[in-house]
Structure formats: C-alpha cells, structure tokens
C-alpha cells in the first residue's frame, strides 16, 4: 500500500484499492472515497480531500501500468514521443 503523511494532522493516508482511502489517526482509522468523503470506520472526523486524491492517484497509475521510478517514466514518454512523429 502507498501511504502519506499528513504535514500537519499527523494523519495516515493510505491507498487500499482504487477509489479506497484509508486515514489513521490517534490508532483510529476511517475509510473514505478519492474525493475525502467518509464511508466507514470510527474515524468520522472531516479529512484533507487533496490527500485522498493524491495517494488515490498513486493506484490510478499503478493500475495504469505507469512505471513509479523516474527511468521508467523517461522510457514511457520517449515512447510517447517516438508514436506522436
């Protein structure tokens, strides 16, 4: 699972499927959608929407077929390129 924590809340953000965010915080956890809105767990409490969108986005190009390190992306868009001429 890619995670992030939150600069200022101290919370944890994790991608665990494609539209599925899970926010842990003071050993409570909530589930929530790519766009921050709550679905489930103890955690109610309000949450950053751009963080949920931002490890939401790390599934997408997972899933996606994007490679995650910089080689791998220089290789993606010189094929990219090489397609476009």
Do not use: N
């Not at 109610?44 to 995650?68: F, I, L, N």
């Not at 390190?69 to 290789?75: C, E, K, M, N, W």
């Amino acid at each position: 699972m890619h995670q992030i924590v939150h600069p200022l809340s101290r919370a944890i953000y994790e991608a665990v499927a494609l539209d599925l965010i899970k926010v842990t915080k003071d050993g409570r956890e909530g589930f929530y959608t790519r766009d921050g809105e709550y679905l489930s767990g103890p955690l109610k409490q309000s949450v950053d929407p751009e963080m949920c969108r931002w490890v939401a986005s790390y599934m997408e190009h997972k899933h996606a077929g994007v490679g995650t390190s910089a080689r791998d992306r220089a290789g993606s868009f010189a094929a990219l390129k090489d397609d476009q001429q």
